[in-house]
């Protein structure tokens, strides 16, 4: 008979049970912890994680990845922007019954394994086979098994006068009770803002904005979770904000912005001339697409920042920071 305590601990580990979002920030193996963020920490895909390979990336399953049951019992959702491809003949992908995998515009599964073993790659869903090395490379848009519960655009936090206002876009939700937005001064520790109800099920474009009232000083991060009607829940990207309660607010200015790639973007601050400046670019998962240290740069002087092709559309952080300050911004490549 479980007395009382172990009965305490195992519903503590029910409501605690985290449904990852992973997302990948290069090409490279589905197995190797560096070609994930899952969370906000690198890490490989699990039970009902989301899992999003990149626009532009390719990842590579070369050996074989089993979730299905019983060893996963929660659905697992892939959304393929860039490539999934077998390399090698024998792999297999085998996802638990309920899940999802959806091939958006401009990406692709393909197998550029050796000719023959045409049925030795393959997608499963709950036992049954959706594609094959022989059904030849599939591009999106299209979708095997369960559709994404949620399809989240974007999620972003802003300062605004004496708030930071929270606005994300969803593309589509299936079964959605509510959304939450947490805050935290680590990235570690976090804290409830907002409980606002979900849309349940729709398949139109709908945007939520929200309102923190009591922003925390400094550079704080936001996240936003995402409860179903069954009590599952995902968590979606963090996003950093600098708010500062002073009037000697620190600035920091990006022009264009919008921007197309190809361009470059001039960068205004209010850094001293003594300072070294450490300008990044990262995307929302934190991956960096510019770093540099720039050093005796005057108050009234422009940082150019390059925008290269090579740099996909979407939101984007310039970040500067000095030996005591840090400002940030959001920037958007068209």
């Known amino acids: 008979m479980m007395n009382i305590k172990h009965l305490t601990i195992l519903l503590l580990f029910i409501q605690v049970q985290v449904f990852a979002a992973c997302v990948s920030v290069g090409s490279g193996d589905w197995d190797d912890p560096n070609t994930w963020i899952c969370n906000g920490v690198p890490g490989v895909p699990g039970c009902g994680d989301t899992i999003t390979i990149a626009s532009g990336h390719t990842v590579t399953i070369r050996n074989q990845q089993n979730y299905s049951e019983p060893g996963c019992s929660t659905p697992i959702f892939i959304v393929v922007n860039g490539t999934l491809d077998f390399p090698v003949n024998g792999p297999k992908l085998q996802l638990p019954c309920n899940s999802g995998f959806i091939i958006n515009s401009g990406g692709s599964l393909t197998a550029s394994a050796p000719a023959g073993g045409g049925s030795a790659n393959f997608l499963e869903i709950c036992g049954t086979v959706y594609w094959r090395k022989a059904d030849g490379t599939i591009t999106g848009p299209i979708n095997y098994g369960a559709p994404l519960p949620i399809e989240l655009v974007y999620f972003d936090a802003l300062t605004i006068e004496n708030t930071v206002q929270l606005t994300w876009i969803t593309a589509s939700e299936i079964n959605n009770d509510y959304f939450t937005i947490e805050k935290s001064v680590d990235a570690k520790v976090w804290e409830t803002v907002l409980i606002i ?96 240290v720039h050093i005796n740069i005057n108050e009234d002087e422009l940082i150019g920042i390059p925008i290269d092709y090579i740099i996909p559309k979407g939101i984007y952080f310039i970040v500067a920071t000095s030996e005591n300050k840090i400002h940030s911004k959001k920037l958007i490549i068209k």
């Open 197 to 292: 109800n979900g849309a349940g099920n729709s398949n139109q474009i709908i945007e939520y904005t929200e309102t923190d009232f009591n922003p925390l000083n400094g550079t704080s991060y936001y996240r936003l979770k995402q409860t179903d009607f069954d009590g599952r829940f995902e968590y979606f990207n963090i996003v950093p904000v600098k708010y500062s309660n002073s009037d000697d607010e620190d600035e920091l200015s990006i022009f264009p912005n919008p921007v197309h790639q190809g361009e470059n973007i001039s960068v205004s601050h209010s850094f001293n001339s003594t300072d070294e400046i450490l300008v990044v670019l990262r995307d929302l998962q934190g991956k960096e697409f510019y770093s540099k």
